[in-house]
């Protein structure tokens, strides 16, 4: 299983099938709470996920199979809620205090 | 290039009674703004298929796949909000916001309106408003602290 450290992320990419509507919306929260962190989080189609050379991927629950082929050797988190989802408060905590992130 | 959100774009009291009907409405209003051809219309309820766009909160939010981006003229968000709630699967909807981008010209807005969907008082606001202003200017205005 994948797993890396909260502090060695310098990327997140946020996956969604286009890359239009809902990863716009979790990127931009996301981008929020880690504002100070210098972190960045983009927003990527799920099959251009290969190309992104994202440290940590999120992802909704039903595209987490296709994630996980496009970057078998990535951590990827899946999300069930656009907003508020407690997986991607747990990604935020764990880069906080340095914790350790692996797929659940 | 027209602004991304315009008061022609915003409907209140519209009806359906399906999320077909729902995703058809978004795909007509962004088609008769000429935001849109036909195929990304269509291109709609086929990523509807493919995952919900249900975001929480009484709100979704459809939009085309990737692959039918071309089919977008100018990038164009519409606000079309229903005078009785529907069933989208197993939620209630009340309001969908239609999404047509070309590229990343409408993350701002998206932006905006996570803001406003977290925020009671905006988020009452939308719901409830009769004045297409209100909304632009909820849609329209970052506050990033």
């Not at chain 1, 979790?26 to 994202?54: C, E, F, R, T, Y």
């Not at chain 2, 709100?59 to 529907?86: C, L, N, W």
């Not at chain 2, 632009?136 to 506050?143: A, C, F, G, K, Q």
Request: with cysteine.
């Amino acid at each position: 299983m994948p797993s890396i450290s909260g502090t060695d992320i310098k990327l997140i990419v946020v996956a969604c099938e286009a890359g239009m509507g809902s990863s716009v919306m979790v990127a931009n929260q996301l981008a929020k709470q880690l504002k100070s962190s210098g972190i960045a989080v983009k927003h990527s189609p799920v099959n251009q996920l290969a190309s992104m050379d994202a440290d940590l991927i999120l992802c909704h629950r039903g595209l987490s199979s296709r994630a996980r082929e496009a970057v078998p050797e990535k951590v990827v988190i899946t999300f069930d809620m656009f907003l508020g989802d407690p997986a991607i408060a747990s990604v935020v905590s764990a880069i906080q205090s340095g914790g350790t992130i692996s797929h659940e | 290039m027209p602004p991304l959100l315009v008061t022609s774009g915003i409907h209140f009291g519209a009806t359906a009674s399906s999320k077909e009907e729902a995703v058809a409405l978004c795909g007509s209003a962004l088609q008769s703004l000429g935001a849109i051809s036909k195929e990304y219309a269509d291109a709609m309820w086929e990523r509807e298929q493919i995952a919900s766009s249900y975001l929480g909160n009484f709100v979704a939010m459809p939009h085309g796949t990737d692959e039918s981006r071309k089919y977008v003229h100018f990038g164009q968000i519409v606000f079309i909000r229903f005078a009785q709630p529907f069933i989208w699967d197993d939620e209630e909807v009340k309001l969908c916001i239609g999404i047509a981008a070309q590229g990343d010209e409408h993350v701002e807005i998206i932006g905006n309106l996570a803001d406003a969907l977290l925020d009671e008082e905006k988020f009452e606001v939308l719901l409830a408003t009769n004045d297409p202003e209100d909304v632009l200017t909820i849609l329209n205005t970052s506050h990033t602290q």
